[in-house]
């Protein structure tokens, strides 16, 4: 792989979930954090979709949120195009930067600003990075952007809440392309979306990924929703990262079982007669982790070792798996041909 545009390092973020100061004092309680990112690394190429998916409260907005710079890691270290996004970025070079890539969010309608008009609110990006000066100019880039997401140049005079939830996402993203960004972070875009919408929302990015060679991290706890988007997935558990593989590959041959309970639960909507499984156990809490590999409660083939000792990510058979069962051998190869028969909705 050539250089990457997104490199991330042994991310960490912890969050202090303490009880205020008096109350510690009296109850005789230390501090609590949670450690909502736990030591994650990948690498991402130009061009390419990398999708985090994982159960609520693994993590996955965090890690959107650190990489767009609207959380500061605790630890590790974050590079875009080769510069150090955390450290010493001031002034007109982090504007630079920063313009190169946008988010956007799950929910349409508490991301974009619902006093303003469509029109104020796309072009809101353009004032700030002073990309076109006058307002004639900023009106008729607007209009092309509208035109772009599938939307009318007319529908700039319009509030947010005169559209619905997949024309309010498609506002979003002709804010978020407003900027000529290249990379761009998408939490869950669609989740909140019927799933006809959804399949044209998804459609429109990918369109817009070929137009304008955009790279995306793909947030998602749908993987039939991230096997039609993305190139390479990871799989997120408990702020960790359990496995990484292309796409194709994480269907056809998962590794870590975890990965297999998620795809085991994957609707067969072909209707193959598959058996059906559903994900068993429920995530632990994240304050009170368990010791070990933090799956190792729910996990069929969990030992001793998996309850003393946090696996690392070790590339196996090519591909990074963090799984004692895996590296020893112990975990005999999953199914494969019924997951791959699964398809986008
Ligand atoms: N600002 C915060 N303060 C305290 N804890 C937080 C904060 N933000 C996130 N957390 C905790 O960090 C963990 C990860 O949260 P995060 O929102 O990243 O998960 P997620 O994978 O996006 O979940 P979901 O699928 O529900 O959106 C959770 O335990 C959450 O409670
Ligand atoms: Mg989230």
Redesign the pocket.
């Known amino acids: 792989m050539s250089a990457p545009l997104l490199d991330v390092r042994h991310l960490s973020r912890r969050?202090d979930?303490s009880k205020p100061w008096l109350n510690r004092v009296i109850e005789r309680i230390p501090r609590v954090h949670?450690r909502?990112v736990d030591d994650v690394s990948f690498e991402i190429a130009k061009g390419e979709t990398f999708a985090l998916v994982?159960?609520?409260?693994?993590?996955?907005?965090?890690?959107a949120r650190l990489i767009v710079g609207l959380l500061k890691p605790s630890d590790g270290e974050i590079i875009f195009d080769g510069k150090s996004l955390a450290r010493g970025l001031k002034g007109a070079e982090a504007r630079r930067l920063r313009r190169r890539f946008q988010m956007i969010f799950q929910d349409p309608f508490a991301s974009l600003n619902p006093r303003w008009r469509v029109t104020e609110i796309v072009a809101e990006p353009l004032k700030v990075f002073n990309t076109h000066k006058s307002d004639r100019e900023r009106r008729k880039r607007v209009g092309e952007l509208l035109s772009l997401v599938g939307l009318s140049p007319e529908d700039g005079a319009k509030f947010p809440h005169q559209f619905s939830g997949g024309q309010r996402q498609r506002v979003a993203i002709a804010r978020a392309l407003a900027a000529n960004p290249e990379f761009i972070v998408c939490d869950?875009p669609t989740s909140a979306l019927d799933v006809s919408v959804q399949a044209q929302i998804l459609n429109l990015m990918k369109d817009l990924q070929a137009e304008f060679g955009l790279t995306y991290v793909f947030i998602s706890?749908n993987l039939s929703v991230v096997r039609h988007m993305a190139n390479r997935i990871g799989v997120?558990y408990l702020?960790r990262l359990v496995e990484v593989a292309p796409s194709h590959d994480l269907f056809a041959r998962p590794q870590h079982p975890y990965t297999r309970m998620l795809l085991d639960a994957v609707p067969d909507v072909e209707m193959t007669g598959r058996r059906r499984k559903k994900v068993e156990g429920e995530i632990p809490s994240?304050l009170n982790p368990p010791s070990g590999c933090a799956f190792n409660p729910r996990c069929p083939f969990a030992n001793e070792r998996c309850r003393i000792e946090v696996p690392a990510l070790k590339p196996w058979r090519g591909q990074p798996v963090a799984c004692h069962g895996i590296e020893e051998g112990r975990i005999p190869d999953g199914p494969a041909q019924p997951i791959a028969s699964v398809t986008a909705p």
């Open positions: 969050f979930v949670v909502a994982g159960e609520s409260g693994s993590g996955k907005s965090t890690i869950e706890h997120l702020g994240p």
